[in-house]
């Protein structure tokens, strides 16, 4: 390198030097995390109006991982923006008022985004999602009396403060709740926060789009992943993602999920970018010719959760037999039809289908006809959660029985049985005794 260039290149980084310090010096906010470029991170920003530029500026230091979250999004690469969502209008009881730092902000906005919002853009998923199973999930909870009993009395021990912990904490995280606001439009701290699937909106809306992609990425990759379903279909009532976890198709997932393409646009994700069906695939996604679905009641036959299992015949969201048994079949077996040959598939379902049957007559029905039996001569107790014959019932059905049948349905054997009808049998065989000794003595046991 000769003389010259070194004094060119000597000479362009003292100028650099320069500008850096001007820069620096120049900013006395350094140590303030950047102001979001709301040019650089959508590049259609064009669209988004100088009122949604507001709330990504402030936001961006306020709240900044809603805005890296929402920087991230495909929403914001195609330009949707804040007030997309949050905008609402004047007079909702929804309306945020009063917020510090909202003094200089003129549009209406809510903190509570209801599926109406999303419909504006996303119409089919959401008329789906309502026709679901998923539509009633806090609906029902609430007419149910002997469930309120159960959380504020027997779990909440009439507490005088503290009674709704249970729900607050538990049954409403997985459900949903009627959602309050107070006299700011801001959600009360006894409904709020709160990611069940069935919300109730102030307005009466129900539903929640951010269970399965959660705000402020909404990816439809994570919605694709079985996580996305386990963090309420788990335990010992409904553990479908321990029945995945014991399946082949899990065993597949767990081993390599991790290099499947989980991209891939609705209707385009086939098999070849995945080697085995997640919970998505055989409830949601489109698969060869089947479309993608939002209605998780759509592909099922049984209703597995129920008392006792009949086929499905329903189109209302809140009959506890919502979908179509036959229609619902068909659909399952063109999932399984992409992978499989049809002898593997109706052999499947020849045996499950077996296992349903056995659980209906073999258990449930002998155990109904033990509890009205003693129910007319008087022989239960008045509390069901202090009366041993009672609470086996409850487990047989609720627990180990969902276990079994649903441990069939998909392929989870360690489920179908040493959690499932080995339990059943132990537990009515104890029933058997209870009912026994109480029409032999005309008693209730004593402790
Ligand atoms: C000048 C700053 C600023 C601007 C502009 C701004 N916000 Fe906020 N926002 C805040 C602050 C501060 C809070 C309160 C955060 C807290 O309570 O932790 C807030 C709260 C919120 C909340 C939650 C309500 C709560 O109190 O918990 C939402 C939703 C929200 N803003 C949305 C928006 C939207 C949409 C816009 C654009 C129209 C916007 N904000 C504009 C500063 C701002
Ligand atoms: C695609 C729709 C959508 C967009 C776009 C969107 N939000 Fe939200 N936001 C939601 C939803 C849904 C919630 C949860 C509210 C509920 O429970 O109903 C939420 C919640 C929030 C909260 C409360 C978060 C918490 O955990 O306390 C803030 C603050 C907020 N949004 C600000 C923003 C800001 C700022 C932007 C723009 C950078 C933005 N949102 C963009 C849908 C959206
Ligand atoms: C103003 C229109 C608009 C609103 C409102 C809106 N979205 Fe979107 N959304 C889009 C666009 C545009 C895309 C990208 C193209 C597409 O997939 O349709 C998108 C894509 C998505 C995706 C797919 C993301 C991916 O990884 O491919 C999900 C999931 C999604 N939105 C969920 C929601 C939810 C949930 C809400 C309500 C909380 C909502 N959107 C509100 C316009 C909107
Ligand atoms: C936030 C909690 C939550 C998440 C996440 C969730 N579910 Fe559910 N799901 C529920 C609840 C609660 C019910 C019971 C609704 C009722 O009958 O009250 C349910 C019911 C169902 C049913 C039965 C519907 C019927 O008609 O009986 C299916 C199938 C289902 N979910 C599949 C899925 C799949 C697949 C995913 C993930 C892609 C998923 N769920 C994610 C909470 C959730
Ligand atoms: C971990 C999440 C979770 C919690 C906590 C939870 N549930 Fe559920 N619940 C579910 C799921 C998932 C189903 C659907 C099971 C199925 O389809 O097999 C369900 C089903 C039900 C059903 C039957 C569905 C119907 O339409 O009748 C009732 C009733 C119910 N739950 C009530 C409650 C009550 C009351 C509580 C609290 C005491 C509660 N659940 C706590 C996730 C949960
Ligand atoms: C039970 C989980 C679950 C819930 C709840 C849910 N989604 Fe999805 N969503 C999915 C899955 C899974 C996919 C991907 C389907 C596939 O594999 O193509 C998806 C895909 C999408 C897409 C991209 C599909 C497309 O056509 O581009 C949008 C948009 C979307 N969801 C919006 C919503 C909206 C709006 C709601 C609220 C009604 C919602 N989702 C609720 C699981 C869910
Ligand atoms: C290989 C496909 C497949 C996979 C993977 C799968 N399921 Fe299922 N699922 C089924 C079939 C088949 C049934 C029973 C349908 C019927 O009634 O014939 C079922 C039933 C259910 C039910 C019972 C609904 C009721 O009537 O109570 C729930 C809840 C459920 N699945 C959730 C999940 C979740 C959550 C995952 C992931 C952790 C998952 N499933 C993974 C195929 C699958
Ligand atoms: C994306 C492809 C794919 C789909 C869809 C699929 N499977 Fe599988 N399945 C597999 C693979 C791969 C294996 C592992 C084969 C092995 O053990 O060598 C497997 C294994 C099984 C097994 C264990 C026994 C065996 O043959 O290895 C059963 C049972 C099964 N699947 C049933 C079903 C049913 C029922 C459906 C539909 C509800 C379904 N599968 C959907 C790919 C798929």
Redesign the pocket.
Known sequence: MNHKHRFTIVFFLIILAALVLTACGGSSTAQKPAAADVSGVAPHAQGITEDARGCIECHATETHGVVSDWDSS??AA?G?SCL??HETEAGSPMELKNIKGHENVTVPVSML?PPS??A???EDEVAQFHASGHERAALQVESKDAMQTLMLVHEGRNHPTASNASQETGCMQCHGIRIQVDENGLPTPDTYPVSGIGNIYPNGEVGN??VC?TRHK????E?RKPEACASCHLGPDHPDIEIYENSKHGQIYASEGDTWKW?SDAGDWEPGDYRAPTCATCHMSGIGDLPVTHNVSERLYWNAWAKRSAPRDSDDPMSPLTGHAEEGRAEMKQVCLECHSSTTVEGFFSSADKAIVLYNEAYYDPAKQMLDDLKEKGLLKENPWADEFQILYYHLWHHEGRRARQGALMGGPDWAHWHGFFELQQRLYRMQDIYNYRLETGKIEEP
């Open positions: 495909r929403h195609e949707v997309d969502c985004v919002k999303c504006e853009c996303h789009c951010t992609h909404f990816t439809i990759e919605s991209d």
